[in-house]
């Protein structure tokens, strides 16, 4: 069934890391942070590659694209990141083709995520492929492949209940401060960050923790500004980050910083303090844990948060794979199409002649020449191509299709 996108795809690869083989310190290590994006762009064609995106999130750090050697993808992830390809060489995995194909849809079904049904995944997807896209890194296999799995993503969300209970790691951190602090409230919550994991975890904080006093505080003031004037909130300037952290009983952070933005100075060493970091590489230090009044948290920590529903979402995950499966079946078929377009178009220009000239008495009727409109005709010569390509999706001779295909014009006329 899939002969024609194991052609289309034969050297298309995903190169990657994540959590089941690695932990977050390493995952760190070869994480890509948004400002180096724009730096692999314009290298990649040292490394022999075109058309690509990466993914980079606290659970994992993936390249997908198309190159002759997975190692070219290897070493451009390399380029841009703190760590090494002999390193990453050791803890990566590498999917080709098909495989590689399938592990994309998984990924962003949630079905690899570090908790069952992540959702968050779908957006940071679109969020890197947007930006291939729009440096000329996406071909046009690439492009369908996305709108497939961003196709499956959305009708698995619908239609399943994958996404239900704890639906990311941000809602974790808050059922974890639900269960460190029960129902108390009149605690002050500080969130670092407010890119699109820190407005969910904000979002979340509103919802679920009512009756405590949350600030935010960005290293982009305009950011944080609008984030607390939104949900009526308390505006920090990243100058009095210190100030906030020391006064702070809970402290969330969900930056993308190369080096932590919260270590032992910033803390209060007095007070009972819940600090959870979200960030991959981390972005508190572990020097915090020098104070006897400090528990810190991080992503895998809140991985290992089973909840009621756990189960529930397990039980669908066969209703995701009949999904993946249809949306493959479809990219299948437009590898098909695509692999016999020179055919179908040589058949309409051949049945555009038809529609132009006498007909033949080879067809056994009256030679006439066609006057019926243009668009009637289109419609005719398109109902005529799509039978010839169902034809050949059935695995019918191309030749012969077309034949059958004038034929079919001929009679509609």
């Known amino acids: 069934m899939v002969s024609d996108c194991n052609h289309l795809f034969s ?15 390493t995952r760190g290590t070869f994480s890509v942070c948004p400002d180096k994006y724009q730096v692999l762009v314009n290298t990649a064609a040292q490394y022999g590659i075109e058309h690509f995106f990466v993914v980079s999130t606290c659970n994992r750090t993936e390249i997908f694209g198309f190159a002759a050697d997975p190692a070219q993808l290897g070493k451009l992830l390399c380029s841009v990141s703190e760590g090494n390809y002999q390193d990453i060489s050791r803890l990566s995995y590498v999917k080709k083709d098909m495989d590689a194909v399938l592990h994309l849809f998984r990924v962003a079904a949630g079905l690899d995520s570090q908790i069952l049904g992540d959702y968050e995944i779908t957006g940071q997807i679109k969020q890197a492929v947007k930006f291939s896209r729009s440096r000329g890194c996406i071909n046009a296999p690439l ?10 993503s959305k009708k698995i969300r619908t239609e399943t209940s994958i996404s239900s209970g704890t639906v990311s790691v941000s809602f974790a951190a808050i059922q974890y401060i639900q269960q460190k602090l029960g129902e108390a409230s009149g605690k002050n919550i500080l969130l670092v960050g407010t890119g699109k994991m820190g407005t969910n975890t904000c979002k979340n904080l509103v919802d679920y923790l009512p009756g405590n006093t949350l600030s935010v505080v960005n290293r982009t003031a305009s950011k944080s500004l609008a984030l607390a004037q939104q949900f009526n909130l308390n505006y920090v300037a990243i100058e009095d980050l210190d100030e906030a952290s020391q006064q702070a009983d809970v402290i969330l952070v969900t930056t993308h910083s190369a080096t932590p933005l919260i270590d032992f100075s910033n803390i209060s060493g007095l007070k009972r303090q819940l600090l959870i970091d979200l960030s991959v590489p981390a972005n508190i230090d572990k020097n915090v844990m020098q104070a006897a009044t400090v528990s810190l948290v991080t992503v895998d920590d809140l991985a290992r948060i089973k909840d009621e529903t756990l189960l529930m979402r397990q039980q669908e995950i066969p ?12 990219l299948h078929s437009w ?49 005529a191509i799509n039978g010839m390509a169902i034809k050949i999706q059935a695995g019918q001779t191309p030749g012969c299709n077309c034949i059958e295909a004038m034929n079919e014009f001929i009679s509609l006329s």
Do not use: M, W
């Not at 492009?143 to 499956?152: D, S, T």
């Not at 309409?348 to 243009?374: D, G, K, W």
């Open 11 to 25: 050297q298309f690869f995903v190169f990657g890391i994540n959590y089941r083989k690695t932990d977050i310190e």
């Open 143 to 152: 492009e369908r492949l996305i709108n497939e799995v961003l196709h499956a």
């Open 319 to 330: 209703k995701v794979l009949v999904i993946i499966e249809e949306r493959i079946k479809e």
């Open 335 to 383: 590898c098909l199409r695509r692999k016999y377009a020179p055919v179908l178009k040589a058949a309409r220009l051949h049945l555009e002649q038809l529609h132009n000239t006498s007909v033949s008495s080879a067809y056994e009727i009256p030679s006439r020449t066609f006057t019926e409109s243009t668009v009637a005709a289109e419609d005719k010569i398109q109902k």
